[in-house]
């Protein structure tokens, strides 16, 4: 029978062939997939964080002509800046229309009921929205511009009011009668407080206190008086919101007055607070009160809050910034937050905020001076008066407190006793000023995988090396499939055991976790050794392969043996408490879930993740290479020394930074088994936050758009960066053992 030369000598399985073009496609495919993805996320996370890096801006929305505009002593603006309101110096406030719509129409005139002539006028803290005019009896009138909200026809509607928050009746500041020529005040709960320099030059401090007679139910005003002993003419008076501080400026000194009791007024500290060459034109206290702002001739504006001295605690400059020179220079601040606005005779607007240290905007906002400054509630708009003209400014600046230097520097916030770095993003009080850095939770993290890896590497490794090349093959099949079995637990339960059961437990027995890391390698050594020494008749009973099972009682019996010696340790070495000793003795913080905790945790883990991969590139290598070198005379030792671990050295640096890839993005284990404190200190024996429990604490009860959810999306992406860097340095030194190696 002859062959067709024509027809091919082999059958072509065309379905196969189909099946091996189709599962090409779909890997390439999945890879770009995968590509995109990763693309997306990172594009995504970049859309979010950033308007936190954008520029402050301020623009004219209009301005219309104000009559007497000289009278006018101070100004406001509501909420939602469609109505602002001017208050002249006979008691009269008038309130105009702001909104786009009806701009400038004139809305309404109220007259404060005033017992006496205006001799002066004074505004509280902004937040406090309190505006009060000084009378020529010795008397203080305080009032509040209000609005009542209603849906007629189902229209908002603003119906502008006068309030008294204290009651139409004044405040006799002076029971000499002395007319009010300078004052400062503040109504704080049930207590107001106002420090005011009278006609005949005495600086007066007056309390009242609001109390319910209890037969008539009327309030009534139990006062306390104060003569403050201040040398020289009083330029400005000041008074903290909360009425416990008190501030006299004379000239370039600033006199501070503790007032927290009344009839136990005493100066604390005198400040020659002028800056070289310059003299001080104004001051004003930031946004929480606890930081005076003082403004120079020379254009320089300096902060100064108390810390902590050794002579107790003091004000202290802490930082300046620099503005235009001009001899009139005025300071105003925010409702809430540490920015503040300079103006001046110039006509020039300054944009700052402090603890960034960062100015935000400058710019000409009128031709001629300033006379009158106020900002809106939510710090989104802002009017002046200048050139008899009220302008409403538009103020773009969402997140001022957001700068490099705060994320990635040390920053000294109010009341600290030096520059830090200081996570702390959220707190009760309206006074508090966010701390974003994210260096202590970027360093927490790094921390919690070394002491991870530091626990992981050496065991997975180890084990990787033992169970592919001299495990025998049926102990090899039992073993890795179990410590594979391992990677699916999930880390919620690790993270839960040791929380709740790990950290208790090496907080009580620390002597014998500490004896347990030291005895067991030394055990397991001693036994090797012991072992080496038996005759060989004896050796020869246990199968080549499986001499490590006869570990398994002596890692139990040094357990034992450790938790049975602990309590005599502790006696012994520790007078009874390791906690009191490494505190007292050492100087050492030992919190109870801590990083030895996390690293044990954490590193039980990742073992799975090194080993499964180590143990696959060691036992992948060739077997010719081994026998070849075993056949040259090389031992074991040698041939898996200078051969093995060299041919599957890429596999095994792949697996440890797949084991640190997996520690730095942990979550859950470090959630729950540490205190979640963003403190930088690489002591064992104290906890730390990373990067992802950072963001799954605090993501959920952050405001969407906040500067707070911004940053924990930098925080995501920070760990993204973390990742990828891992990975790329990975793949590289990976690609350049395989080049190096493959030719074996």
Known sequence: MTSNPNKPTFNTDRSRLFKDRFAKFGITAGGIMVLIALLLIFFYLLYVVQPIFESAKVEKRASF????????????????????YLLDDQGQVNFYSVDKAKFGKKLKTLNATLPAQVTSFANSAPFQGHYAYGLENGTVTIVAPKFLVTFPNNERKLTPRLGYPLGEMALEVDEQGAAIKRFAFSHYEDKTAVVALTADKRVVFSSFVAEENMFTGEVEWQVERTELNVDGRVDELLMSPDTTRTFVRSANQIYVFDTRYPSEVEQIQLLSANEENANIVSSQLLAGANSLMLANDNGEISQW????????????????????????????????????????????????????????????????EIEQFAIAPRSNAALILADNKLTVLEIHNEHPEVTWSALWQEVWYEGYPEPGYIWQSTSASDDFESKFSLVP??????????????????????????????????????????????????????GFLAGLWLAPLIEEHLPAIVGLLVLLPLGI????????????????????????????????????????????????????????????????????????????????????????????????????????????????????????????????????????????????????????????????????????????????????????????????????????????????????????????
């Open 441 to 494: 939770i970027s360093f927490g993290t790094l921390k919690a995988a070394m002491y991870a890896m530091l626990f992981a590497v050496p065991i997975a490794i180890s084990a990787a090396i033992y169970t592919a090349y001299f495990m025998s093959s049926e102990l090899r099949r039992v073993v890795k499939p179990t410590v594979e079995i391992m990677e699916a637990l999930p880390t919620v339960i690790l």
């Open 65 to 84: 002509n104000v009559a007497n505009a000289e009278q006018i002593v101070g100004l406001g603006v509501e909420e939602q800046t469609e109505v602002a």
């Open 305 to 368: 809050f108390e810390i902590n001295t050794d002579s107790g605690r003091e004000f202290q400059k802490i930082r300046s910034f620099e503005t235009t020179k001009q001899s009139k220079l005025n300071i105003f601040t925010e409702f809430y937050r540490r920015t503040f606005f300079t103006t001046g005779q110039n006509g020039e607007l300054g944009l700052y905020y402090t603890t960034s240290e960062a100015k935000l905007w400058q710019g000409k906002v009128s031709d001629g």
């Open 525 to 744: 050594l001693a036994t090797a050794l012991g072992w080496n020494k038996l005759p060989a008749v004896i050796r020869h009973k246990i199968p080549e392969g499986s001499h490590s099972i006869l570990l398994i009682p002596v890692v139990l019996f040094i357990g034992w043996l450790s938790f049975a010696m602990s309590e005599s340790i502790e006696l012994w070495m520790f007078d009874g408490n390791v906690r009191q000793y490494l505190t007292n003795e050492l100087g050492m913080t030992f919190d109870q879930r801590n990083s030895l905790v996390v690293g044990i945790a954490m590193g039980f883990a990742v073992i799975p993740t090194i080993f499964s991969i180590a143990e696959d590139a060691v036992f992948s290598v060739p077997k010719h290479l081994s026998n070849g070198s075993l056949a040259l005379g090389a031992t074991q030792w040698q041939t898996l020394i200078r051969v093995v671990l060299l041919t599957a050295s890429p596999g095994i640096f792949s697996a440890v930074m797949m084991g640190l890839g997996r520690a730095v993005g942990e979550t859950m284990i470090v959630l729950m088994a540490t205190g979640n404190t963003p403190i930088m200190d690489w002591s064992i024996f104290q906890g730390m936050r990373t990067l992802a429990a950072n963001i799954a604490v605090e993501m959920p009860e952050s405001e969407v758009g906040s500067s707070h959810y911004r940053i924990l999306f930098l925080a995501a992406f920070v760990l993204f960066i973390f990742t990828f860097i891992f990975n790329t340095v990975a793949e590289f030194v990976r690609q350049q053992l395989r080049e190096k190696y493959s030719s074996m």
